[in-house]
């Protein structure tokens, strides 16, 4: 089951706008860019700017649809692009200010984008799902199934004991149904 069944935390719901607006603000960084580099080497930059706007949109969706890994992977990203923007900053600051700013405001967005991403909620929501809790019983042999957290959540994991073969059709149904009237 897929994280969109429990509601959406507020941090990843933060995140998700954050990233957008970040990828605004590199809209408008892109514009600018390409009103003050040579004519030459213009049609290089568009190509790579465009193909960075789509990856950024595509990391964005899935991030805000639940992807872990695409969560994980914008960390690596963010966390090997960050020394060359950095050093970009300070290069271009001088004769680009408003540029550099801006960029400098998008770096600012990814980490708090990130920091909010990473917090418990968050990792939770991303994770639920693919793991049964420690705080859950499970035996074979027909007993009951205990769930700790809310009702959605241990519907998740019951269908996931169900497909690793831990509990039978009828277990699930039984449990499912006690879960439901609850």
Do not use: H
């Given at each position: 089951?897929?994280?969109?069944?429990?509601?959406?935390?507020?941090?990843?719901?933060?995140?998700?706008?954050?990233?957008?607006?970040?990828?605004?603000?590199?809209?408008?960084?892109?514009?600018?860019?390409?009103?003050?580099?040579?004519?030459?080497?213009?049609?290089?930059?568009?190509?790579?700017?465009?193909?960075?706007?789509?990856?950024?949109?595509?990391?964005?969706?899935?991030?805000?649809?639940?992807?872990?890994?695409?969560?994980?992977?914008?960390?690596?990203?963010?966390?090997?692009?960050?020394?060359?923007?950095?050093?970009?900053?300070?290069?271009?600051?001088?004769?680009?200010?408003?540029?550099?700013?801006?960029?400098?405001?998008?770096?600012?967005?990814?980490?708090?984008?990130?920091?909010?991403?990473?917090?418990?909620?968050?990792?939770?929501?991303?994770?639920?799902?693919?793991?049964?809790?420690?705080?859950?019983?499970?035996?074979?042999?027909?007993?009951?199934?205990?769930?700790?957290?809310?009702k959605y959540e241990s519907l998740?994991?019951?269908?996931?004991?169900?497909?690793?073969?831990?509990?039978?059709?009828?277990?699930?149904?039984?449990?499912?149904?006690?879960?439901?009237?609850?």
């Amino acid at each position: 089951m897929t994280p969109n069944l429990v509601t959406r935390p507020a941090e990843v719901t933060k995140s998700v706008t954050l990233l957008y607006r970040m990828l605004g603000l590199g809209v408008i960084n892109s514009i600018i860019l390409l009103f003050t580099i040579p004519s030459s080497d213009v049609g290089f930059t568009l190509i790579i700017q465009i193909f960075v706007f789509f990856v950024m949109v595509y990391f964005i969706q899935k991030i805000g649809s639940g992807s872990n890994g695409a969560r994980i992977t914008f960390l690596v990203l963010t966390i090997i692009g960050a020394p060359f923007s950095l050093l970009m900053i300070a290069q271009t600051f001088q004769y680009y200010p408003v540029t550099s700013l801006i960029t400098l405001i998008i770096g600012i967005f990814q980490i708090v984008a990130l920091v909010n991403l990473f917090q418990k909620p968050a990792t939770e929501w991303f994770t639920q799902g693919r793991v049964i809790s420690t705080t859950s019983t499970q035996e074979k042999s027909g007993n009951s199934i205990t769930f700790d957290s809310d009702k959605y959540e241990s519907l998740s994991k019951l269908k996931q004991a169900l497909d690793e073969g831990l509990i039978s059709e009828e277990e699930y149904n039984k449990e499912k149904q006690k879960l439901l009237n609850n």
